[in-house]
């Protein structure tokens, strides 16, 4: 377990690569490093830049600001990303690996590994972990896929000619640009766009307000959700799912099915 007693996947610590704790020359007794978030961030975002953008990668490690400068950095990813479809793989691929790479698992019974070390096990932790098991469940949604585009607004869907006499509305009186009226205008237009029913989409913080779960699911997607394991998020998000027609797939533990299923989560 860490400190606070939290077991599955945490940040590493701060000062060594893959979590391994900085030699500091602090006697044994010592406190470990802190977890840092920005410290993984700026690691991250490095090893994203290193083969698109050296300088850029350079500058990322040298920020000593990442909560307030980090944007700078974010945007310089961007950027080497559109240099070329290959540099735009090599970017994301990278991140992901570095982030891979950084990341560790703590199971049950306290041990402390690399993520590569918890997928290396049958049950995607640690051994003492597997009696329980690890697996993933897929609940369908029991409402209708939605085939046109719609815009929540003031308690209401607006959709068809009540959509477009509200943009109209909106580009008169200088709330959206123009540019935004026409790209609502092209959807609404297509809505064979907003078929998404051979598409898996994984969302972390699936249970946050401000996330795209209820479109993903409203049109038809398999969403492979993830989030902190707390009952009351996936009984949400399993409510959200019943009332649309895409699907959630979700962790559970051992054999956990049916109505048992939010409490094994």
Avoid: C
């Amino acid at each position: 377990m860490t400190e606070d007693g939290s077991t599955g996947v945490v940040f590493p610590r701060a000062g060594g690569h893959g979590g391994a704790a900085p030699k500091t020359g602090k006697p044994a007794n010592a406190a470990p490093p802190s977890r840092s978030t920005s410290a993984l961030g700026r690691a991250v975002v490095a090893d994203a830049l290193r083969a698109t953008d050296p300088i850029g990668a350079r500058a990322a490690e040298g920020e000593t600001n990442w909560r307030r400068g980090y944007l700078t950095h974010f945007r310089r990813l961007v950027e080497a990303g559109l240099t070329s479809p290959a540099a735009g793989r090599a970017v994301a691929h990278d991140g992901l690996a570095a982030l891979h790479a950084r990341m560790r698992y703590i199971g049950p019974d306290g041990i402390e590994t690399g993520l590569d070390g918890a997928f290396g096990t049958s049950a995607g932790g640690s051994a003492a972990e597997g009696a329980a098991g690890l697996r993933t469940v897929t609940v369908a949604g029991q409402g209708e896929v939605d085939r046109a585009l719609s815009i929540p607004y003031h308690g209401m869907r607006l959709r068809g000619a009540d959509l477009q006499r509200q943009i109209d509305a909106w580009t008169d009186r200088g709330v959206i640009e123009p540019s935004a009226a026409e790209a609502v205008r092209a959807v609404a237009a297509n809505p064979d766009w907003l078929d998404l029913a051979d598409q898996r989409i994984v969302v972390l913080g699936a249970g946050a307000e401000m996330g795209p779960m209820h479109s993903l699911l409203r049109w038809g997607a398999g969403v492979v959700a993830v989030d902190l394991p707390r009952p009351a998020i996936w009984s949400r998000l399993l409510e959200i799912n019943r009332r649309y027609g895409g699907s959630l797939r979700l962790p559970v533990r051992g054999d956990g099915d049916g109505p048992g299923l939010v409490e094994r989560a």
